[in-house]
């Protein structure tokens, strides 16, 4: 099977590890040289970590995959190498605008039978897939972070996605190693739905003063079992990507809830982005020993305690 990745970014580099580790070959682009730049070595890195975690017991497993690999610095040399493949994945940024300009350029130059997978974590695929002019074959399959080492996807039909693209979805997907799910096409689907409310609530306790990064991600751990915590799991999803996520959840819900907290804001702003620029709810300076930071300065204190306080 081949595939073709648009997106090099955090997800993408999954997404193509896993298609490649599987003995797929996958066709991968980047608006943004520098990320592209990288992403073949950091496959083959990411390859790497899974043969050693799941102890797999082939010497070349990391330079196969790393083989089946080819990226793009011209967009039209990767269109070209697209047309030939079975199915084109999208993994740019959090934005409906954003991702259905692109696919209206990107897939009515590509055969009716390349199936078009989506991985966005929240957004509608109906516009997505008039967007790109094959509803029939246009389905999302959001995967989750990081791709190689987590198994499920959620596996989202739109209204027009015919009963063969789901069947060959489920399928392709289970072949990858992975274990797909029907989520209903709702903001946040199944998974992200249960879960961003829950990480925006953190960081507005957090922002008031009720709860510490420490402490809020020991007792999630420790007591509901998860294998990070939410502030953890922040730093790893990045703050750029959960402000995208919430606004977008936000304007598709009217839900106050989903709307992004001061606190994200000013992390975002202040590029404090997570693990992947060393500062986030943990100071990353040492990756493998990230210690939760004190924060004290986004503390706002609640409405309720500012009014005690003028009382
Ligand atoms: N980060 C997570 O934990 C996570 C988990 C599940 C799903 N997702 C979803 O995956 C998608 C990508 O998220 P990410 O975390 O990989 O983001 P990211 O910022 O790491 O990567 C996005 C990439 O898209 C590229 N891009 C943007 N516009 C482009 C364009 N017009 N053409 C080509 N490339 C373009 C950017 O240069 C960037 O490298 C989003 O829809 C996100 O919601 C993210």
């Given amino acids: 099977m081949k595939f073709a990745i648009l997106g090099t970014g955090i997800m993408g580099r999954g997404w193509i590890t896993q298609c490649a580790m599987t003995g797929h070959e996958v066709h991968c682009y980047d608006a943004n040289a520098d990320i592209l730049s990288g992403a073949a070595e950091a496959c083959e890195k990411l390859a790497a970590k899974v043969a050693k975690k799941f102890k797999v017991d082939d010497p070349d497993f990391t330079s196969k995959a790393a083989a089946q690999i080819t ?7 990767f269109i070209e190498a697209a047309k030939g493949c079975d199915v084109f994945l999208e ?37 997505m897939a008039e967007a790109g002019g094959r509803p029939e074959r246009s389905i999302i399959t959001h995967g989750m972070n990081p791709v190689p080492m987590m198994p499920g996807v959620e596996v989202v039909p739109g209204a027009k996605t015919s009963a ?12 990858m190693k992975k274990a797909p799910f029907l989520a209903p096409n709702i903001p946040g689907f199944w998974v992200n739905r249960l879960l961003v409310p829950q990480m925006l609530d953190a960081v507005r306790l957090l922002e008031q003063g009720k709860i510490k990064v420490e402490d809020g991600d020991i007792g999630l751990n ?90």
């Fill in 71 to 77: 990226t793009y610095t011209d967009q039209a040399r």
């Fill in 91 to 127: 993994v740019i940024f959090e934005d409906l605008k954003l991702k259905c300009a692109v696919l209206s350029e990107f897939l009515p130059q590509l055969p009716e039978k390349v199936v078009f997978w989506s991985n966005t974590s929240s957004l509608d695929i109906n516009p």
């Fill in 164 to 175: 063969e693209t789901v069947d060959f979805t489920r399928q392709t997907l289970l072949d």
């Fill in 222 to 311: 420790t007591s509901l079992g998860h294998p990070q915590g939410t502030f953890k799991l922040h730093d790893f999803v990045t703050a750029p990507t959960m402000l995208r996520v919430a606004l977008q959840m936000y304007q598709a819900s009217n839900d106050p809830r989903m709307y992004p907290p001061l606190t994200l804001i000013r992390m975002v702003k202040n590029g404090e982005f997570g693990a992947s620029t060393g500062k986030g709810f943990y100071d990353w300076s040492d990756p493998r020993n990230p210690k939760a930071r004190d924060l004290s300065e986004y503390v706002v204190s609640s409405a309720e305690d500012m009014t005690d306080q003028i009382k």
